[in-house]
Structures are given as C-alpha cells and as structure tokens.
C-alpha cells in the first residue's frame, strides 16, 4: 500500500506539472501532457467502455478514434461519459464532427482494471459502435489498424465534443487512502502477531 501512495503520488506530481505541447510539431510527447492536436475524428467507429458510473447511474466513456494531420498515427479519445440503459440496451445520442478540427486534450495511459475477469472479446468490424467490457488495445488496433496508440487522449472538458464537461481525475483513490490503508494491516500484524507472542507464553507457563 505504501508502494502504491509513492505511486499516486508520483502521478498526481506528473499531472500537475505537465507540459503544454502540440501533437501536429512534436509527437514524442511525455504522459500527462496537455496537448493540441489538428486532425479529424472518424465518425463512425467508436469504442465504448462498458461499466462507467457517474452520480450513481451506469453508462459508458466514449472512445472515438481521432487522426492526427501530417501523421499516421491515430489516438483514441475519451469524451467522457454517455449513458446506458442496459435493461432496454438503449444509450444516449451524440454527434461527431466529421471535419477537420483542432483538440486541446491530457494524454494518458489506457484505461486498466484491478480486477479482470476473463478477455475482451473481438470487436465487431462492421458493426459500430463497439461496447468493450475492457479496454484492450491490441483488439481495437485489430479492428482500425496498427496505427491507434498505445496512450489515449482525454479530450478537454470545456470541448463541445466532450459529452458532460466532468473533469478528469488523475487518480480515483488519492494517495492518502493507501497511507491509511498500510496503517490498518500494519495494525492488525501487530495484534495478531501480540495475541501470538501471550498464547505461546501461557503454554510455556502450564504445568
């Protein structure tokens, strides 16, 4: 737990301090970066990452693959969140700029999860939108091309593209937590390890 606060906080140090820079003159850009980026969304095929909850309502994030003028590369971006009903498999509408554009964005690792229970499955090549249970880079570069990014962009909350302008979170869990955590268990080894050390005396102790 401790490992994991010098790791937020780590993360949190890198966002604060990120450069400004622009994609188009310098691709080679460090994590977290704020970044502006002229080129042209697909309009088509999106990506949505199932399980997003905000104020207690399910949904998806919105990725849209979004092409960087004078380069092959492609960055997926997350326009944050869309609703999604999933008893009636309805979701929220959105439109998609299908022409040239300049983004200002954060640019960041891939969505990951502690926990992933089996694989994502392949996605659907003539069938769009997309609904992914996990992110899974390889399987969406299978589907728009070796060309898509390791990192993704977080397209900026104030962008009309951007579908609630929430702000993005660095890190769901602030450093702090895992300090109070490592206290816990910390706290337990010394009571149990206490509770061991009088029981083994007593039976030293018995005739």
Do not use: C
Request: net charge negative.
């Amino acid at each position: 737990q401790l490992d994991r606060a010098d790791e937020k906080r780590t993360r949190m140090d890198l966002w604060q301090n990120a450069p400004t820079l622009s994609l188009n003159q310098d691709p080679s850009v460090p994590m977290f970066a704020t970044v502006t980026a002229t080129g042209q969304f697909d309009p088509q095929r999106h990506v949505l990452l199932d399980n997003q909850i905000r104020n207690n309502h399910p949904g998806v994030h919105v990725f849209t693959p979004f092409h960087v003028e004078g380069s092959d590369v492609v960055y997926m971006v997350n326009r944050g969140w869309l609703p999604w009903d999933r008893t009636t498999d309805r979701r929220g509408e959105f439109a998609t700029e299908d022409t040239p554009v300049t983004i200002t964005a954060r640019l960041s690792d891939a969505p990951k999860v502690g926990l992933q229970l089996g694989e994502a499955s392949a996605l659907e090549q003539d069938q769009w939108p997309n609904l992914m249970t996990y992110y899974d880079t390889e399987l969406i570069r299978q589907a728009l091309g070796p060309e898509v990014a390791s990192q993704v962009l977080l397209l900026d909350p104030q962008d009309p593209a951007h579908l609630t302008g929430d702000d993005w979170r660095p890190v769901n869990m602030g450093s702090e937590r895992h300090v109070g955590y490592a206290f816990q268990w910390a706290a337990i080894g010394t009571a149990v390890l206490l509770i061991w050390l009088i029981l083994t005396y007593r039976s030293f102790r018995k005739p």
